[in-house]
């Protein structure tokens, strides 16, 4: 029986060689497309392309008697790697000067969700413009729209990928052009914005609100949610079969005067627990250095999830936190907890601890 094992050992390790081996040549292929993407300035991503593959892998897996999902996350992580390598080769994009390609007009297009959208919507067929207040760094690759009370009636789709600050004057100022296309509103809140969305529809204007539950950094939109914001008078179901059906992301319909009150737990909490973190750790004597030299898995975990959150803009988390009318229960409830957890260690009721874990990982696991 030794022997029998040394020889499956042998055998795995020629499999693994070959694992290597073709992945190196699925890479080479891939940059060869990159390339060729870079020579006749084409998008980079192609999300149709990605839900094909995820699709296909689950089927041969299931075929073959593999876990589907070990095998999506396998070639999530080959097509990521794809996107990454691709990109370095893609300096520039694509000018898509075909009249009959469909136009997109993004406001904000030059931050870094709005980045995210105008490559999206130029990788599935349309003709990108980008109206910025920095309307000198817009590449070459997209057209430019300077001034948004002129000339909007040329595009299908209006999307804002502004400032949450600064959505509801730019959605007043569409009101007042009557585009006759659809307005896509991305607000990672909805209460600063009912109004007008309102003044919108009594004007009979097609408008759309959803909520991209994923950053800018996003390569792939397998497993990614984007919430599907309804109410009496938005066409945000259209919005979503029309320009994100074909893509692997999960399209979530929610009501839009739930919207905030949701938000409280998946984003405001989220958002406010890698704060705390990061804050509590900056201001401890530990340096992040020690910390990783001597931190278990959670540590290292936790620690890459504030780092993400802390590079990116500041001003929206602070917005998402103040601008949430919900915001005060959110942190009555954390205060709560906190001071409970507190008198449970402080007063050495092991049990009573104990309790509480059990009941929360319950929780859990019912999810």
């Known amino acids: 029986m030794a022997e029998d094992l040394d020889a499956w050992r042998q055998e795995i390790r020629g499999i693994d060689s070959e694992i290597i081996r073709i992945t190196a040549r699925r890479m080479e292929l891939a940059l060869k497309i990159g390339q060729y993407k870079a020579d006749n300035r084409l998008p980079v991503k192609d999300f149709r392309v ?55 007009l993004i406001i904000g297009g030059l931050g870094r969700m709005g980045k995210w959208f105008s490559q999206y919507f130029q990788s599935i067929g349309f003709q990108v413009s980008i109206n910025d207040i920095n309307a000198d760094d817009i590449p070459d690759s997209y057209a430019r729209h300077v001034d948004l009370k002129k000339d ?49 529809q009594a004007e009979g204007l097609k408008i759309a609100s959803i909520h991209p539950m994923f950053g800018p950094d996003t390569d792939l939109l397998l497993d990614k949610n984007i919430l599907i914001c309804k109410a009496e008078g938005l066409c945000s179901n ?3 079969t029309l320009y994100f059906h074909s893509t692997s992301a999960n399209l979530v319909t929610i009501d839009l005067q739930s919207h905030d009150e949701i938000m409280l737990s998946t984003l405001g909490l989220a958002h406010l627990i890698n704060l705390l ?30 780092e993400a959150l802390l590079s990116e803009n500041h001003e929206l988390y602070f917005d998402i936190q103040a601008l949430n009318p919900h915001r005060s229960k959110l942190y009555e409830d954390l205060q709560k907890v ?29 999810l």
């Open 50 to 104: 990605e839900k094909e593959i995820v699709e296909r892998s689950r089927s041969m897996a299931a075929s073959l008697g593999l876990a589907p999902d070990f095998i999506e996350d396998l070639m999530t992580l080959l097509m990521g790697h794809s996107v990454h390598e691709q990109n370095k080769l893609h300096q520039a994009r694509r000018q898509l000067a075909d009249s009959q390609l469909k136009d997109v």
């Open 152 to 200: 909007l009636n040329r595009y299908e789709i209006i999307l804002l990928a502004c400032p949450l600050t600064e959505a509801a004057a730019l959605l007043q100022t569409l009101a007042e052009q009557k585009p006759q296309g659809m307005i896509i509103e991305t607000s990672s809140l909805k209460s600063p914005i009912i109004p007008v969305l309102k003044t919108l």
């Open 238 to 240: 259209e919005a979503a």
């Open 277 to 306: 973190f990061g804050i509590t750790l900056s201001e401890q004597n530990i340096s992040v250095k020690d910390g990783r030299e001597t931190g278990g898995a959670t540590f290292l975990h936790q620690t890459h999830s504030a």
């Open 338 to 366: 906190l001071s409970k957890l507190t008198n449970l260690v402080e007063t050495g009721d092991r049990s009573g601890f104990l309790a509480l874990f059990d009941k929360t990982r319950h929780y859990f696991q019912d």
